[in-house]
């Protein structure tokens, strides 16, 4: 059994669903808090053998782990094991004083807050609850409490959004001067309802997405801010700051979940447990492990996934065992446009290149 040194936790609840969501979660059940943490416990206990004797990083995300009753997520992050980083996700409406000082005490140690943006007619459109008010004072009410690692996830291309109000939030976001900072792009599935109501204004941001891109990258790094990742950015300075359980996952490490609808990968296979939440407690009520489907994890795909998550990176791969994943005419071709650089046993994309990012990837892989 591979003993995985990550550890993620879902906690599903949510007040409200928003319409571009596609993670597994389930408005209100405030009376099924306490169950769904004796699950989560339970499953712990059947699968403690998964994890390494000491766990680098565990994450809490959702869902709004926040929105969880007070003392169930105390009583949770209380039993999990310890771990050198502790993270948990926070809707900004969800952070008060007292909710700060229970995830100070209970060892949490860098807060991933999820601002989205500072706009409030923006906030409307994503329907999400929180204003730009709760966000600044959820930064505040941390800082207070002690969490000295604190990450905000911005998101861009939002129907109606204008260079103009990305410029103010990524302003707003450096000025509250969190140690690390997530900006992605908008991503509405197909079918939703949210790309029913904004289909056409999504299509119109879909072509401005590039040019907002290089405006995140280019405002954070001008304040400072390491680009380590497509996605994400770290300040500098003696303290490693980069996201070191999602590090994992992009550097291919194992890693155990647990809760509705999380995905584990050990030993070669994919875990997903199943998304309905009344068999997930049925079935750890019972003493059995939750429903799940497996995929096998071949060479080839492990091969494939090291590069796709690999070349996200500011750091060279080193490409031992997996040339095999690479066609060697487009290789040459791209190094010859200036979009990769090979060196000995590493491959990485330029600056340029980490610009167009996963096109360039897909036409590296065989």
């Known amino acids: 059994m591979a003993a995985a040194r990550h550890l993620y936790v879902h906690l599903p609840f ?30 712990l206990e059947l699968e403690c053998a998964s994890l390494a004797p000491e766990v680098e990083t565990v994450y809490l995300g959702g869902g709004t782990p926040t929105l969880t009753e007070p003392q169930e997520l105390e009583r949770l992050l209380r039993a999990l094991p310890r771990s050198a980083e502790l993270t948990i996700e926070a809707n900004p409406e969800t952070v008060t004083e007292d909710l700060a000082a229970l995830l100070k005490r209970s060892g949490v140690d860098r807060v991933s807050l999820g601002a989205q943006t500072f706009e409030a007619e923006l906030l409307e459109t994503l329907g999400r609850a929180a204003q730009p008010d709760d966000v600044r004072r959820a930064f505040a009410r941390l800082r207070a409490a002690g969490i000295d690692n604190i990450s905000l996830d911005l998101i861009y291309g939002i129907p109606g959004q204008t260079p103009d109000h990305l410029t103010r939030d990524l302003a707003e976001a ?29 299509e119109r941001q879909a072509d401005a997405l590039e040019t907002y891109f290089e405006r995140v990258v280019e405002t954070l790094v001008a304040a400072g801010y390491r680009w380590y990742e497509t996605a994400n950015f770290c300040k500098g300075g003696e303290r490693d700051l980069r996201a070191w359980h999602n590090l994992g996952y992009w550097l291919g490490d ?113």
């Open 14 to 43: 949510c007040s409200s669903r928003c319409g571009y969501c596609d993670f597994v979660t389930v408005v209100g059940r405030a009376d099924q808090h306490a169950r769904y943490v004796d699950a989560v416990l339970r499953e």
């Open 254 to 366: 194992d890693y155990l979940g647990l809760g509705v609808g999380a995905v584990s990968t050990l030993a070669g296979v994919r875990r997903r447990n199943a998304p309905s939440l009344r068999r997930y407690l049925e079935a750890l009520e019972r003493g059995d492990l939750p429903p799940r489907e497996l995929e096998e994890l071949t060479p080839e795909i492990r091969r494939v996934e090291r590069v796709m998550l690999g070349l996200r990176l500011d750091e060279p791969l080193d490409l031992t065992g997996l040339e095999a994943a690479l066609d060697d005419h487009e290789l040459a071709r791209l190094t010859g446009l200036g979009l990769v650089v090979r060196e000995g046993r590493t491959l990485s994309l330029t600056p340029r290149g980490r610009f167009l990012g996963g096109g360039v990837t897909a036409r590296l892989l065989a």
């Open 174 to 202: 450096v000025a509250l001067g969190p140690e690390h900072l997530s900006a992605y792009e908008l991503e509405a599935k197909p079918g939703t309802r949210f790309t029913h109501a904004h289909g056409a204004e999504l």
